[in-house]
């Protein structure tokens, strides 16, 4: 049999194939559909990569003000030297490098290692234009699709080149065609963008800091690590970049309340809840106190319609308190654990996250029906 197929091959005596004109349109809105999808894989592959950056860099910039706000400026009476060292590892190395490592995995992820070096190179042109966290959004997606085409283009060269082309047609004209898209058509219009972004929310009033920590709870709470969850850690984490630290406070006293206010409803409710629930929100206590909003999933998947409006309300509640207390944090996650590296009143911050979870945890157990 392996023969007469082997035969047939290469005779090309065998039935071709044809697609008929409703399999490619159900084909064409299949990739339409996943337009959305994609874009979101190659975003989510560029901060995933750059989030040891931050956690990282925010923590050891966070550390360093323990000695005191002015403690790495050497005209400052407070300097000190370790804490001079931990502002410049944390800012200036993990900081300076995360919208560079940001903007590079989104080009890999998208036209895989010859998008790399152009996506770095346009991610630092970013930081260096201050066209910030937008900036090196747009460094990493024109990398990548620019790498597409040149790929398209360079594939009708010779092959007897083609090692030329990894070692030095990719890089020079990805890199080369990235850094002057960048200098003179993006930094500039962007950096403007960033920076009436950052003075806007810099500038914002009580009433206005309020709602928008009230919004990020509610987000943060629709869908507990969905994409409307990560599009709020997202907009905190790059808002960090740009020296803007308030947001990010309130994602994570919102982030932490789904799994706390689960924890209190299964310990204070336990006619609501079956023992295999009871067990699972013990453990969400960990989970809500290490800011992993996940622990809450499987409760909102069996009971939506009670569970998900009772924990974003809850959500709502921490975020709007903690702008209203004017909390900032410089690394995003770690949970109660940086708590002591918040900027603001540690205990108020503490509070807000207590408030939230406490009016969602209640609530959750009242509106619950009990176990038959």
């Known amino acids: 049999i392996p023969e007469k197929l082997i035969e047939k091959a290469v005779k090309q005596d065998a039935p071709i194939y044809h697609a008929d004109k409703n399999e490619t349109k159900e084909s064409e809105e299949t990739e339409q559909r996943g337009i959305g999808a994609t874009i979101y894989k190659h975003l989510m592959n560029g901060v995933s990569n750059m989030l040891p950056f931050v956690v990282g860099g925010g923590i050891l910039i966070a550390l360093g003000f323990l000695f005191g706000v002015n403690s790495a400026d050497p005209n400052d009476p407070s300097y000190n030297e370790f804490a001079a060292a931990l502002n410049t590892i944390g800012d200036q190395a993990a900081f300076g490098l995360m919208i560079a490592v940001l903007a590079g995995f989104i080009a890999s992820s998208i036209a895989d290692r010859p998008g790399f070096a152009p996506g770095m190179v346009g991610g630092m042109l970013a930081t260096i234009g201050e066209a910030g966290f937008l900036g090196g959004l747009v460094a990493g997606f024109l990398a990548g699709y620019l790498m597409i085409g040149l790929k398209k283009i360079l594939s009708k060269l010779p ?9 030095l047609l990719y890089p020079l004209l990805g890199i080369g065609l990235t850094g002057l898209i960048m200098v003179f058509v993006v930094n500039t219009p962007v950096g403007l963008l960033n920076k009436a972004i950052t003075e806007w929310l810099t500038g914002l009033g009580t009433g206005n800091a309020v709602l928008l920590g009230i919004v990020l709870g509610l987000m943060m709470a629709v869908d507990m690590g969905g994409p409307v969850n990560k599009a709020a850690y997202v907009f905190g984490t790059g808002l960090i970049a740009s020296g803007v630290y308030a947001p990010m406070a309130a994602i994570m006293a919102a982030g932490m309340v789904p799994p706390l206010a689960v924890a ?4 204070f409710y336990k006619n609501k809840f079956s023992p295999q629930e009871r067990d699972a929100g013990k453990v969400n206590y960990i989970m809500g106190l290490s800011f992993i909003t996940e622990g809450a999933i499987p409760f909102a998947a069996a009971d939506p319609l009670r569970v998900i409006p009772t924990l974003m309300l809850g959500s709502a509640i921490a975020g709007g308190l903690s702008m209203f207390f004017d909390i900032g944090l410089r690394a995003p996650h770690g949970g109660i654990f940086v708590f002591p ?32």
């Open 341 to 372: 590296l918040v900027d603001g009143n540690v205990l108020f911050y503490l509070l807000s996250v207590i408030i939230g979870a406490v009016v969602s945890g209640l609530l959750l157990g009242i509106m619950k029906k009990p176990i038959q």
């Open 264 to 267: 209190i409803a299964t310990t």
């Open 159 to 167: 092959a007897s080149i083609e090692g030329i082309k990894t070692i």
